[in-house]
C-alpha cells in the first residue's frame, strides 16, 4: 500500500517527534549521576519492554488490517508521549 506524500509527511513527523523527545530525554538523562546504569536497567525492564511490544503489536495488527493510515498516526502520536 503506496503511502501519499501527505500521509508520509505525517507519518516522518510522528517519528521526527518521538525522535527529538528522546534526544532531549537524553540530554536531561546525562546530568543525573549514574544515569547510563539506570536507563540501562529501566530499558531491560519486563513490564517496559511488555508495554513497548503491546504498542508494536496493535500497530502492525492494524497495518496489516489495512486500517485507515490516519488511525494509526493517531494512534502513534498518542502513544509517543
Given at each position: 500500500?503506496?503511502?501519499?506524500d501527505?500521509?508520509?509527511?505525517?507519518?516522518?513527523?510522528?517519528?521526527?517527534?518521538?525522535?527529538?523527545?528522546?534526544?532531549?530525554?537524553?540530554?536531561?538523562?546525562?546530568?543525573?549521576?549514574?544515569?547510563?546504569?539506570?536507563?540501562?536497567?529501566?530499558?531491560?525492564?519486563?513490564?517496559?519492554?511488555?508495554?513497548?511490544?503491546?504498542?508494536?503489536?496493535?500497530?502492525?495488527?492494524?497495518?496489516?488490517?489495512?486500517?485507515?493510515?490516519e488511525?494509526?498516526?493517531?494512534?502513534?502520536?498518542?502513544?509517543?508521549?
Amino acid at each position: 500500500m503506496p503511502l501519499n506524500d501527505e500521509t508520509l509527511d505525517r507519518l516522518l513527523k510522528v517519528f521526527s517527534g518521538i525522535y527529538s523527545e528522546c534526544q532531549v530525554y537524553r540530554v536531561l538523562a546525562e546530568r543525573v549521576s549514574g544515569w547510563k546504569e539506570l536507563f540501562d536497567r529501566l530499558i531491560a525492564d519486563h513490564e517496559h519492554q511488555k508495554q513497548v511490544a503491546e504498542t508494536f503489536s496493535t500497530l502492525r495488527e492494524r497495518l496489516k488490517g489495512q486500517k485507515q493510515i490516519e488511525e494509526i498516526l493517531r494512534y502513534l502520536d498518542r502513544t509517543s508521549h
